[in-house]
């Protein structure tokens, strides 16, 4: 039964219930203050009783139109099941008011589902008398906005009351109007009481537990786990303590490491580099003059990259000579100079320890574009560049009608050689070991070109796989310019050739991007063939960040099966690098054509490996979950797109991150 409460803003529950033949597993993220979406996978043995089953997937939306007073209580409206096939479709108004710190009392009217028993004519028949039919079925492949049923039909009444005993336990019982009419009429489920009751028990760890009764016979379960994006595992993270600057004049007495005396530039450079390698930073750069320097690093650890800029300027406040006072660090990814942070030192003197250094030495310093950098102090024995590295992989597939989850397991090699800023050879070569996912029988029943459909074929005829066999070119055009081109085996389906420019201001919310590419379907083994289809694709994308954490991307084109539209999305991202989004693309491909789902959507997650650990990390561990994969609206997968590359150094979010820049 639904009320009127909802989670603190931003937060994410994840929750499990079985009851009778249905298992529910449900994702709900508080997206706004006042508005919060679930996703929902269910399992429903509604075919026989020799196990027979089906798999569900729907979206809810649920929207809190008023706060609850010292009279008026909490009202709330919600959708259930408005983006899927249906079985769960309702709607609902719904009013909660809680009597002292214990007793809360729910009621509301609903449609569809939640109109089963003691239905009446609906009220909103004095609108219109459409609203008093509700249109019987669904579109069949789900995923279409049904919204000709929306509060259609009878209408019912709903009600509910819990008592808490303490601020972990309570009990609570409803008047239910579901009579779960599928799986009764199967004789799966045995519904003779309009009335549910259970008792709710909160764990210190957050867990929350509920066991209930389900219309006076079915005993059921519910699991759920509520996270906070705002706190990590471990608040304030286990960072090493930084350098403190110390005095000028006592640095000058440690002539050994940066004057005439003891080395100069050279032992400078030296100290510098040992000092930011401490920091898994690279030197790649340095110029010193004499009021001012520069470092040119690459930051491997720190996933707020204003606090690599503090620890950077630390280093060489406590290395350079006293009468250096403008300190400049630039960020650069695969050699390539994005953005710049100018420090005056006596900032980082006098604000070490300010209660609000923070915020006062973000006002004093400069965030600057860097494309004017060239090569200027690049240092001569930093390239060639070569990496490699051995690591398990896992690899997924959702939603399979057959199996819901199937998972591929094994070892994978990465290797790169970058021989010169900018130009990278990188490949990445995987070898099965384990899994389920060759094991489907499904084949594709695509009417399009089948581009991502035969991916089970992918899995059942490739053993040693090529993923990725790259060389690209990333560089500066000019100012807050940005390219890419990359050639070569792109991803495990797809080889040939992709080009991108991207316009970004250092201080703008809006940044703009072109990508087109010519790509050529691979053959099955992964290995060096080619089939022949291809295909000339891209898309004109438009990025805007809306502030308090919302990003917005538009990307317009042409997609791999030859269609044509545009797929909108929206993230919300937490300081701390945390980040859950949602997208859905539409093309000109018809939802029949399209097949079951009837348009390409999904919602992904990414967790920063720092938020579970506490150590500071770049490491992102992310998903995307699509509720089906079809070959409409499908892009490529290309590696190091641009703009996610470049964000992290442009101003705003650099600002964003710039409370860590002294820690």
């Not at 001012?292 to 690093?297: F, K």
């Amino acid at each position: 039964m639904p009320t009127a409460r909802r989670l603190n803003d931003g937060e994410l529950a994840f929750t499990s219930s079985i009851v009778g033949p249905t298992i529910r597993n449900t994702v709900t993220f508080q997206v706004l203050p006042r508005v919060s979406g679930s996703f929902r996978y269910s399992r429903l043995d509604d075919q026989a009783r020799d196990g027979g089953a089906t798999f569900d997937r729907s979206f809810d939306i649920h929207i809190n139109l008023l706060d609850e007073k010292s009279i008026r209580p909490a009202v709330a409206v919600g959708l259930r099941d408005f983006l899927g096939t249906g079985r769960f479709s309702g709607e609902y108004v719904v009013a909660t008011k809680s009597f002292g710190s214990r007793f809360e009392l729910t009621g509301g009217i609903g449609w569809g589902r939640f109109a089963g028993r003691g239905s009446f004519t609906n009220p909103l028949g004095v609108i219109d008398d459409r609203f008093e039919t509700r249109p019987s079925g669904t579109s069949g492949d789900g995923g279409r906005l049904e919204s000709d049923e929306w509060f259609r039909g009878p209408a019912s009444f709903f009600a509910g009351a819990s008592y808490k005993f303490n601020e972990q336990t309570k009990v609570f019982a409803e008047y239910s109007t579901d009579t779960y009419d599928r799986a009764s009429n199967l004789d799966l489920i045995d519904i003779s009481l309009p009335l549910n009751v259970g008792l709710q028990h909160r764990f210190d760890n957050g867990v929350d537990l509920k066991a209930f009764v389900v219309g006076g016979n079915e005993i059921g379960a519910q699991f759920s786990y509520v996270l906070d994006p705002r706190k990590p595992a471990i608040p304030g993270g286990r960072d090493a303590s930084p350098r403190p600057v110390g005095s000028r004049n006592d640095l000058a007495v440690a002539a050994w490491n940066n004057s005439a005396l003891g080395g100069g530039k050279d032992a400078a450079q030296e100290v510098l580099r040992a000092k930011l390698a401490e920091n898994s930073m690279v030197l790649q750069g340095f110029t010193l003059e004499r009021t001012r320097a520069t470092v040119r690093i690459e930051n491997n650890l720190f996933g707020a990259e204003a606090q690599a800029a503090g620890r950077a300027a630390r280093a060489m406040a406590t290395t350079l000579p006293p009468h250096v006072e403008e300190l400049t660090v630039v960020f650069q990814e695969r050699g390539v100079p994005i953005s710049r942070v100018v420090t005056k030192r006596s900032d980082l003197e006098d604000l070490q320890y300010d209660y609000d250094g923070a915020w006062r030495t973000y006002s004093r310093a400069r965030i600057e574009d860097a494309a004017d950098q060239g090569r200027n102090g690049e240092l001569s024995d930093l390239y060639p560049i070569f990496d490699y590295g051995l690591k398990p992989y896992a690899a997924f597939s959702f939603f399979d009608p057959d199996n819901p989850v199937r998972v591929e397991v094994g070892a994978q090699f990465d290797v790169s050689f970058r021989p010169t800023p900018g130009m990278t050879f990188a490949g990445q070569f995987r070898y099965p070991v384990a899994g389920n996912i060759e094991d489907s029988d499904r084949v594709s029943d695509s009417l399009i070109e089948p581009v991502r459909t035969n991916a089970v074929r992918y899995a059942q005829e490739s053993d040693f796989e090529v993923n990725r066999l790259t060389s690209e070119y990333q560089f500066r055009p000019g100012e807050d310019l940005f390219g890419r081109v990359t050639g070569g085996y792109l991803e495990s389906m797809f080889g040939g050739v992709s080009a991108e420019l991207l316009w970004y201001p250092v201080g703008s919310r809006l940044a703009l991007g072109a990508e087109v590419n010519y790509a050529k379907q691979r053959d099955f083994d992964k290995l060096f063939g080619f089939q022949d289809y291809d295909v000339v694709t891209g898309h004109a994308s438009a990025y805007y960040d809306f502030g308090n954490g919302f990003l917005g991307q538009v990307d317009a084109g042409r997609y791999l099966a030859g269609d044509w539209g545009a797929t909108f999305s929206l993230d919300r991202e937490f300081n701390n690098g945390f980040r859950v989004g949602g997208f859905f693309t539409v093309t000109d491909v018809s939802s029949t054509d399209f097949g079951e789902g009837s348009f390409d959507k999904g919602i992904r997650f990414e967790v920063p490996l720092s938020f579970l650990t506490g150590n500071p990390s770049k490491t992102i561990v992310s998903q995307t979950i699509r509720p089906v994969q079809r070959d409409g609206g499908a892009r490529l997968n290309v590696q190091n797109r641009l703009h996610r590359q470049v964000r992290e150094y442009r101003g705003k979010e650099l600002r964003d991150g710039w409370g860590r820049y002294l820690r």
